[in-house]
């Protein structure tokens, strides 16, 4: 089994991140370049990629591509290993959340949020997986507290989350002879595009957010997180949490997800979904972000 206690220095490693063009995928880009890696960039908006690949300067590169296309991802993860020599990590980061409930949400919203966030992590780490085992490298997959917790509105995203974390349980159990480590990270709510996005265009969500207990409640700077992370791709633990006190949290997830705290949960429910569907029905039929290009129709 691959197990490390040491810690691995990124120091001429080759990391390769998806959803890179803002927010925790940026950050962590910075942060591992900062430590010596190279880095290939990898989304789908190729302005804001090129921008950040020019921040960190010209020994990294950027690649435009959908998590969700099998092919454009064999092409992103071979040209970073013609640019780079090889691959020593992945960090399958890209996703997305819609603003709906499962009533008033499209077929669409619903299966694009699974497809981005659990098939596209998935197919993220096949097409990378080869090159990883080459050098016995570390795969880190970007879960959520999500994966362990319930809020109305979060449907897809959560069983999306939760499908995240089981596979990287799997994935582990699959590559371990081969040297290949694999994390799964579990940040609650970041200070992000999409976050902010979710509760400019929901008020009812953010009230609901803001009254949560403890760590499920706060909210974390994207910097705190992406360090989080980096230190992820030196140590290479099995969990990452953001902030850590989120560990007792999904340690103790029978007492959170349970018959008990469901009623709670449910009662409040009953008046906070209908509040909730109302903000969504003044959308206008917008199911996405502003800033989430990956949800939309076509989107490559």
Same mark, same amino acid.
């Given at each position: 089994?691959?197990?490390?206690?040491?810690?691995?220095?990124?120091?001429?490693?080759?990391?390769?991140?998806?959803?890179?063009?803002?927010?925790?995928?940026?950050?962590?880009?910075?942060?591992?370049?900062?430590?010596?890696?190279?880095?290939?960039?990898?989304?789908?908006?190729?302005?804001?990629?090129?921008?950040?690949?020019?921040?960190?300067?010209?020994?990294?590169l950027w690649v435009e591509a959908d998590v969700t296309d099998p092919e454009a991802l064999k092409a992103a993860?071979?040209?970073?290993?013609?640019?780079?020599?090889?691959?020593?990590?992945?960090?399958?980061?890209?996703?997305?959340?819609?603003?709906?409930?499962?009533?008033?949400?499209?077929?669409?919203?619903?299966?694009?949020?699974?497809?981005?966030?659990?098939?596209?992590?998935?197919?993220? /780490?096949?097409? *990378?997986?080869?090159?990883?085992? =080459? $050098?016995? @490298?570390? #795969? %880190?997959?970007?879960?959520? +507290?999500?994966?362990?917790?319930?809020?109305?509105?979060?449907? /897809?995203?959560? *069983?999306?989350?939760?499908?995240? =974390? $089981?596979? @990287?349980? #799997? %994935?582990?159990?699959?590559? +371990?002879?081969?040297?290949?480590?694999?994390?799964?990270?579990?940040?609650?709510?970041?200070?992000?595009?999409?976050?902010?996005?979710?509760?400019?265009? %929901?008020?009812?969500?953010? +009230?609901?957010?803001?009254?949560?207990?403890?760590?499920?409640?706060?909210?974390?700077?994207?910097?705190?997180?992406?360090?989080?992370?980096?230190?992820? %791709?030196?140590?290479?633990?099995?969990?990452?949490?953001?902030?850590?006190?989120?560990?007792?949290?999904?340690?103790?997830?029978?007492?959170?997800?349970?018959?008990?705290?469901?009623?709670?949960?449910?009662?409040?429910?009953?008046?906070?979904?209908?509040?909730?569907?109302?903000?969504?029905?003044?959308?206008?039929?917008?199911?996405?972000?502003?800033?989430?290009?990956?949800?939309?129709?076509?989107?490559?």
């Open positions: 089994m691959a197990f490390r206690t040491s810690r691995t220095s990124l120091t001429g490693k080759s990391v390769l991140i998806t959803g890179a063009a803002r927010g925790i995928g940026a950050a962590l880009a910075r942060k591992a370049a900062a430590r010596g890696a190279r880095v290939a960039l990898v989304g789908l908006e190729p302005d804001q990629l090129a921008r950040v690949a020019d921040e960190l300067g010209p020994e990294h993860v071979q040209r970073t290993v013609d640019t780079f020599g090889g691959l020593d990590v992945v960090v399958a980061n890209a996703g997305i959340a819609p603003l709906t409930t499962v009533m008033t949400s499209s077929a669409h919203a619903l299966a694009r949020t699974i497809e981005v966030n659990l098939t596209g992590t998935m197919l993220t /780490a096949h097409a *990378a997986l080869p090159e990883i085992a =080459e $050098r016995k @490298g570390h #795969v %880190l997959l970007i879960s959520s +507290a999500g994966a362990f917790t319930v809020l109305p509105g979060m449907s /897809a995203y959560c *069983a999306s989350k939760a499908g995240v =974390e $089981r596979f @990287g349980d #799997v %994935l582990r159990l699959e590559v +371990a002879h081969r040297g290949v480590t694999v994390a799964s990270a579990h940040p609650t709510w970041i200070d992000t595009d999409m976050v902010r996005d979710t509760e400019a265009a %929901l008020p009812t969500f953010k +009230a609901v957010r803001s009254q949560l207990p403890g760590p499920l409640g706060a909210f974390t700077s994207v910097e705190t997180c992406a360090e989080a992370l980096v230190e992820n %791709l030196e140590t290479r633990g099995r969990r990452v949490f953001v902030p850590r006190s989120v560990g007792t949290v999904a340690a103790l997830r029978q007492l959170v997800t349970g018959a008990i705290a469901e009623k709670l949960v449910m009662r409040a429910a009953a008046t906070q979904v209908p509040q909730l569907e109302r903000d969504i029905a003044a959308l206008d039929g917008r199911e996405f972000g502003t800033n989430s290009v990956g949800g939309r129709k076509g989107a490559a």
